[in-house]
């Protein structure tokens, strides 16, 4: 089993950063492809960025391309999620989640992001 613990989140101007953080505990050597997921209120979870095992590949949706970052630490079993130019649409509920392929498996509590205006 792999325990996620999400930190990082909070208030922030629009316009401005934030770097969430996810710590990873339990079976952590064996490495695990890594996401990070977001939730509005009232909307769907949806996908926001994903990095393979060893780092070398990630995936980000459309709606966050070229403003987040996605990366990983393996020897300190931390994944990152660095947020630039937010946007108040930007608000929610941002989970960590770890997979071996296909679907992810493990999810962290998730740590509320809320950009304001």
């Known amino acids: 089993q792999v325990q996620l613990v999400e930190s990082g989140g909070g208030l922030v101007q629009a316009g401005g950063s934030l770097r969430l953080s996810c710590a990873a505990s339990g079976r952590t050597r064996l490495n695990y492809r890594m996401g990070w997921f977001r939730q509005a209120p009232g909307k769907e979870r949806e996908f926001v960025a994903a990095i393979s095992r060893s780092g070398g590949i990630t995936n980000y949706a459309d709606s966050v391309k070229g403003r987040f970052t996605i990366s990983r630490d393996n020897a300190k079993n931390t994944v990152h999620l660095a947020m630039s130019s937010l946007k108040p649409e930007d608000t929610a509920v941002y989970y960590c989640?770890?997979?071996?392929?296909?679907?992810?498996?493990?999810w962290g509590q998730g740590t509320q992001v809320i950009v304001s205006s």
């Open positions: 989640a770890a997979g071996i392929s296909g679907s992810f498996d493990y």
